[in-house]
């Protein structure tokens, strides 16, 4: 079975610096994704970033990067020049990748992040 | 295109009360869930479907029952509630993406605040 666990529950950040959140999984599979889902508080779940385990590079989207670490099983969102917006929660995921994939997702406890101005 | 949609948006129930909760998608998707978010444990899945009248058990799937008589549509029941199943319940589809060999690609309805009394 697999598990996610994010171990930071709440951070904060200053308007315009950097913050990084945490995220280990533990999975027997080869082949699998992982994500990072943003929750504002709209409660809607948006999906920030995606990153395919067979891919050594690490997956960026604008202000959001992370670092992937295969062998560690560790996966880090790192959030850059944040903005008031970025406040939400935010849940890292594991999906298994095979042809059979029923898409099932498997969530980490979420970290609530704070960007003060 | 509507995407996921819940019905109802918020409900309040007394114990042993029953309800059903309505998850409907205008995108044609095979695969359907129905999550739950409870404070410090992220979102677990409650049940699924590969398809049109098909079902089957998540990691939390006490106390629900679901059916999928419709491919757009996917109904989670509780047919005796009690407090532990007060949460934010969320249903999300997904297809599996062409070329991808496993990546499912999943949209989120806007969840539904039960509370048990």
């Known amino acids: 079975a697999q598990t996610v666990t994010q171990s930071q529950p709440e951070m904060s950040v200053q308007e315009a610096e950097t913050v990084t959140l945490s995220c280990t999984y533990d999975?027997?599979?080869?082949?699998?994704?992982l994500f990072w889902y943003k929750q504002p508080p709209s409660r809607q779940m948006i999906l920030v970033i995606r990153?395919?385990?067979?891919?050594?590079q690490n997956a960026t989207e604008n202000r959001f990067s992370v670092n992937f670490q295969k062998a560690a099983k560790s996966f880090s969102l790192k959030i850059s020049d944040s903005q008031l917006g970025d406040t939400a929660m935010y849940f890292c995921?594991?999906?298994?990748?095979?042809?059979?994939?029923?898409?099932?997702?498997?969530f980490g406890q979420g970290t609530t992040l704070q960007v003060k101005p | 295109n509507a995407g996921v949609t819940q019905t109802p948006k918020f409900r309040v129930l007394k114990t042993g009360q029953s309800m059903t909760l309505l998850c409907a998608q205008d995108?044609?998707?095979?695969?359907m869930y129905w999550y739950r978010q409870d404070p410090g444990m992220g979102l677990r899945l409650i049940h699924y479907s590969v398809g049109e009248g098909t079902t089957a058990k998540g990691e939390v799937p006490d106390g629900y029952n679901v059916s999928r008589l419709k491919k757009q549509n996917f109904l989670l029941g509780l047919e005796s509630a009690a407090p532990s199943q007060t949460s934010v319940y969320f249903c999300?589809?997904?297809?599996?993406?062409?070329?991808?060999?496993?990546?499912?690609?999943?949209?989120f309805g806007p969840g539904t605040r039960l509370t048990v009394l």
């Open positions: 999300a589809s997904s297809y599996m993406v062409p070329g991808t060999g496993g990546y499912n690609e999943q949209f």
């Open positions: 990153q395919e385990a067979y891919k050594q």
């Open positions: 995921a594991f999906m298994k990748r095979h042809s059979g994939n029923t898409g099932k997702l498997i």
């Open positions: 995108m044609n998707h095979e695969y």
């Open positions: 999975t027997s599979e080869n082949n699998y994704y």
